[in-house]
């Protein structure tokens, strides 16, 4: 079992950056592959970004790519999103997953945390 907190989240002016957080409980952190997801408004969530156990692979979605970026520190718990060149369209509520794998060719996550809101404003 592992336990999710995310921070960061917050309103932003479109072109802006944040920079959200995600911090695990438990000492099986460095086991589990990590990532992030969005959910906006009137739509299912979607895939974001992952992140190996040891951080030497990441995966993107198209939409985000070269705009986001994700790290992991095992010493911390921790794992980040980097988010700039934000525009409106990543207005969402994003959450942090652990334990991802791809089933029937898309990410799937076994724990979640309860999400935290980004505004791009326009």
């Known amino acids: 079992q592992v336990q999710l907190v995310e921070s960061g989240g917050g309103l932003v002016q479109a072109g802006g950056s944040l920079r959200l957080s995600c911090a695990a409980s438990?000492?099986?952190?460095?086991?589990?592959?990590m990532g992030w997801f969005r959910q906006a408004p009137g739509k299912e969530r979607a895939f974001v970004a992952q992140?190996?156990?040891?951080?030497?692979?990441?995966s993107y979605a198209d939409s985000v790519k070269g705009r986001f970026s994700i790290s992991r520190d095992n010493a911390k718990n921790t794992v980040y999103l980097q988010m700039n060149s934000l525009k409106p369209e990543d207005t969402a509520v994003y959450y942090c997953?652990?334990?991802?794998?791809?089933?029937?060719?898309?990410?799937?996550?076994?724990?979640w945390g309860q999400g935290t809101q980004v505004t791009v404003s326009s």
């Open positions: 997953a652990a334990d991802l794998m791809i089933l029937g060719g898309r990410w799937r996550a076994e724990y």
């Open positions: 438990g000492r099986t952190f460095s086991r589990f592959a």
């Open positions: 992140i190996s156990r040891n951080g030497g692979g990441t």
